[in-house]
């Protein structure tokens, strides 16, 4: 049967991609986005004219009346909600933002599928709520009881309502614990992109904790992969961490992005800031078995796809 999926977050980084790839294998999608300013909302208008033939609504996830109306006009059979104040470090300095579309949007989707409990919910969540956490790699039954940033704390409410919405109204919410995604259309915020836009203009950049941070970089075709077949599992009530299972530092990401740029950076070391934390490392086990999940791009091989990408759109 084909599927009727409703994206939140459409004009965002992983959303742009995943309405693409849905509506190509034949599903129905219909995209909501508040096109908001956190960074420039021209990148969100060319994903979405990109996404020829996907219609996304402007509108906010906290406006429920509006949501609720959209909703009830496309009848979805699945949501994934896409849409958040995404990044660590913006969350100390705007806490308000991660509170307002990550909590309060978040409850406005849950109360529309107690509505319509046969609605099938994918929403994301992120590494960031393995927080301090130190045994590597981080498995889903892992303790996330000591967060690192406001962030991560908000993700991690997103999971208990989720469970909580499906203990007590049965509704069907699939949590997937994103790590550190880039790759095409990507998002200006993250260090791979602004590092990429710095290089070619010949300016410094700031590499934190002397480059010794250790992230799971996850390739966004992978990403999809492993979103899509959550969505089609259909699940009650788990949770799934998508990442690549081979961590690299900031050292090597740099290392990598001159390499394919072809010119050297210029390194200015700064003190780790607060929230961030020393390594993310996903186990994906779980994934693997019951989603057939089997990441296939290296951070070698995903770097000058997105660089190529970088200088055909953004320079
Ligand atoms: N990219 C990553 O590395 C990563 C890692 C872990 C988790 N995540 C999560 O995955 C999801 C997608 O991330 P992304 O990288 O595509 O981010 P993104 O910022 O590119 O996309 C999010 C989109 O949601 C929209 N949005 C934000 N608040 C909204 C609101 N209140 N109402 C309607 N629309 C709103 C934004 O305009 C944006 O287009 C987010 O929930 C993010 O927290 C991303």
New binding site residues.
Partial sequence: MTKRVFI?????????HLARSLALRGDQVLG?????S??D?EL?RDRASNLKGIKIVK????DYPFLDETLLKFKPTHIV??????GVRYSLENPREYL???VD?FFNILEFCREFPDVKLLY?????VYGNNTKTPFEESDSINDQASF?GTT?KMNEMMADMYHKLYGISAIGL??????GEW??PD?AYFSFTKKIINNEPIEVYGEGELWRDF?YIDDIISGTTAALDLGAGNEIFNLGNNHPHSVNELIDILEQSIGKKAIRINKPLPVGDVHKTYADITKSSRLLGYDPQTSLEMGIPKFISWYRKQMS
Avoid: E, H, W
Avoid at 32 to 36: A, E, Q
Avoid at 81 to 86: H, P, R, T
Avoid at 124 to 128: D, F, Q, W
Avoid at 177 to 182: A, D, I, L, M, P
């Fill in positions: 939140t977050g459409a004009a965002g980084f992983i959303g742009f909501y986005d508040n096109f908001n956190y960074y909302p969100k509108g906010d996830l906290c909600n896409l849409a958040a104040q995404a307002q579309s990550n949007g994301a969540s992120s590494s960031s962030y993700k614990r994103f790590f550190t995604v880039y990507g998002r993250m996850t």
